[in-house]
């Protein structure tokens, strides 16, 4: 059973978003606070968290940062903001998904669902892939990433696309190609969310994100991964 925190300071929020999500069988946790919710994924083992971007003690920006310093568990964040600003934002910050007020309860768990459908085992061709004389190595049974023997700390939504990309390299897919094997045939958002989830691992991955050597730009096309296997 999927254990899911909702993070919201108004409590019939939380109680409706609990409600839907115990009816299909999760189980959840609540939080009213961005440091309740830090302290819950601290102590808890969680496979999910809906966040909600305004909090009263700090913004759900900084929880996503935060989160995503020791963790890569998903984030949906919801929040009354519809700006395109504040969903690059939130895509940035490390969240998986952006659902703006007022929504369906039932949208968020079938956001819920294409979120963990896509963030569940993914599979290689082999267990550890290897680029550039081991710059850049992937392990797809601990779901790791290293650049230059570091850590790096990806979301799911950011490994995927990697994953996607890596396991082919030289060939190029369309946006509309990643954004059914990253975000899933059910996605329908905006097709350049893909872009940003590249922007991302450019800054996360590159030398020189300006002058990228893993995920290469494909003009009016795509995108192509042009690391060398060890």
């Given at each position: 059973?999927?254990?899911i925190l909702v993070v919201d300071d108004e409590e019939k929020i939380r109680d409706v978003i609990t409600s839907y999500l115990k009816n299909e069988g999760f189980q959840t946790l609540e939080a009213a606070t961005g440091d309740e919710a830090i302290q819950a994924?601290?102590?808890?083992?969680l496979d999910f968290i809906i966040l909600d971007l305004m909090l009263p003690d700090m913004s759900g920006e900084l929880v996503c940062q935060t989160i995503r310093q020791i963790?890569?568990?998903p984030i949906l964040m919801l929040t009354a903001k519809t700006s395109d600003n504040n969903r690059i934002n939130g895509l940035t910050n490390g969240a998986d998904d952006y659902l703006t007020k007022p929504f369906d309860p039932r949208e968020v768990v079938a956001r819920v669902r294409a979120i963990l459908r896509r963030t569940d085992d993914s599979h290689l061709l082999a267990d550890r892939l290897s680029y550039n004389h081991g710059h850049l190595e992937?392990?797809?049974l601990k779901h790791t990433v290293f650049c230059q023997g570091e850590s790096v700390s990806?979301?799911?939504n950011e490994y995927k696309l990697l994953l996607a990309l890596a396991k082919y390299p030289q060939r190029y897919f369309t946006r509309e190609e990643l954004i059914d094997k990253v975000l899933g045939y059910d996605f329908?958002?905006?097709?350049?969310?893909?872009?940003?989830h590249v922007k991302n691992l450019r800054h996360k991955l590159e030398m020189d994100p300006?002058?990228?050597q893993y995920?290469?730009?494909v003009y009016g096309s795509g995108y192509r991964f042009a690391g060398g296997a060890k």
């Open positions: 059973m999927k254990t994924l601290r102590n808890q083992t963790n890569s568990v992937i392990d797809s990806l979301t799911p329908d958002g905006d097709i350049r969310t893909i872009d940003q300006k002058n990228p995920i290469i730009t």
